[in-house]
């Protein structure tokens, strides 16, 4: 499999704006200066690469409760990307994956193995390896 997006930029840094567009056309959307680095309209990467982590974790949990056995009812996941200033650059420092899920007859200790197996495991933490990954998990 092969999952493409598209972005285009016009223009400096700090004057310039651009488009990112999903391959599957489910989204396009405006980024700028203003809306990666400031509190402008539009989204960014770092908002992206939150979205991509939050769904990738939370099916890779639904998936290894289901090989245990065990069905979620829900898994709830907010990603929250750390983008700060490193040197003479930006970079992103950090991502804290928030989990809440509710699994009928499941323990918390078995939950958070699960939990831990899908921060691990999921691919775009595999792909993000180099950023350190926090996780807080609570069974609602």
């Avoid at 285009?8 to 840094?13: E, F, K």
């Avoid at 200033?85 to 699960?114: C, Y």
């Amino acid at each position: 499999m092969i999952r493409t997006s598209k972005a285009q930029w016009n223009g400096s840094l700090k004057d310039g704006k651009g488009t990112i567009a999903l391959g599957s056309g489910a989204y396009e959307g405006q980024y700028s200066f203003g809306s990666r680095f400031e509190s402008g309209t539009g989204t960014n990467p770092e908002e992206l690469i939150a979205a991509a982590h939050a769904g990738c974790f939370s099916m890779a949990l639904s998936a290894g409760l289901g090989k245990a056995g065990i069905t979620p009812t829900r898994i709830s996941t907010e990603a929250k990307v750390h983008l700060e200033k490193v040197g003479d650059g930006f970079s992103v420092t950090r991502i804290d994956l928030v989990t809440e899920a509710e699994v009928p007859g499941v323990d918390e200790a078995t939950f958070l193995e699960h939990a831990e197996a899908a921060k691990k495991g999921c691919p775009i933490s595999r792909a993000l390896a180099s950023v350190e990954i926090t996780l807080s998990a609570k069974l609602a």
